[in-house]
């Protein structure tokens, strides 16, 4: 009855690893808040089911936490007027506290390094394309010099990375190329577009990497 009791008011401890893996990466991917969720509960009951993860769940939660690292360094700095209730309210706490909020809703550093060793592992095995070669082969044409298949600090894998003059120093740029894998099936409209971790990929080397 207990543990009847614990579920219901904590409904997140009913889902598989799988499932929330899956529901907080989607979070991330389309970039919507979501404080009332993710919050020290989440965690908890991911830290609970821990060892059921498999290696491609905990490559999204290793993404998922990235994008929570992000909004909390990012939130603060931005127009109250502009953020939802729950965020302005995040902002009026002393420093500490505001801190504190926002941890719980990061994984913690062991499991977070666990984490990160799946996703980089699984970065680390895509195979590269012929086009990829191509288009490095060409920016070395150019004579831009390019570093072929770098891994970022962060896991990324990226097919290069150029440096360019910027408007006081030089500037890191980063060399995607769209192969079939990255992109969803043919729009009429749109035609082909961007996937889900190609999003979300493009996004985090900008915001984390400060790779253009």
């Known amino acids: 009855m207990a ?16 499932h929330l893996s899956n529901i907080a990466w989607s979070y991330a991917v389309v970039n919507v808040h979501a404080p009332r969720l993710f919050n020290g509960t989440f965690t908890a009951t991911l830290l609970e089911k821990r060892a059921s993860f498999l290696p491609e769940d905990l490559a999204k939660l290793y993404q998922w936490h990235l994008w929570q690292k992000v909004r909390s360094f990012v939130v603060p700095m931005l127009c109250l007027s502009l953020l ?10 002393p420093q500490y506290e505001k801190s504190q909020v926002l941890a719980k809703q990061c994984l913690p550093q062991v499991f977070a390094r666990q984490c990160y060793s799946a996703f980089r592992s699984q970065t680390q095995k895509q195979r590269w394309h012929a086009i990829q070669r191509d288009v490095v082969s060409t920016l070395h044409t150019l004579g831009l010099n390019p570093k072929a298949e770098v891994c970022t600090q962060h896991g990324y894998r990226l097919d290069a990375i150029v440096e360019v003059k910027g408007k006081s120093e030089k500037e890191s740029v980063g060399v995607i190329v769209d192969v079939r894998r990255n992109m969803m099936a043919r729009d009429e409209m749109m035609g082909k577009q961007p996937n889900g971790k190609t999003l979300l990929k493009r996004r985090q080397i900008s915001s984390v990497e400060w790779i253009r």
Do not use: E
Request: charged share 20%; glycine share 0%.
């Open 3 to 18: 543990s009847r009791d614990l579920r219901t008011s904590h409904p997140m401890r009913a889902f598989s690893p799988r």
């Open 84 to 93: 939802p209730p729950t965020t302005i309210l995040l902002s009026s706490l």
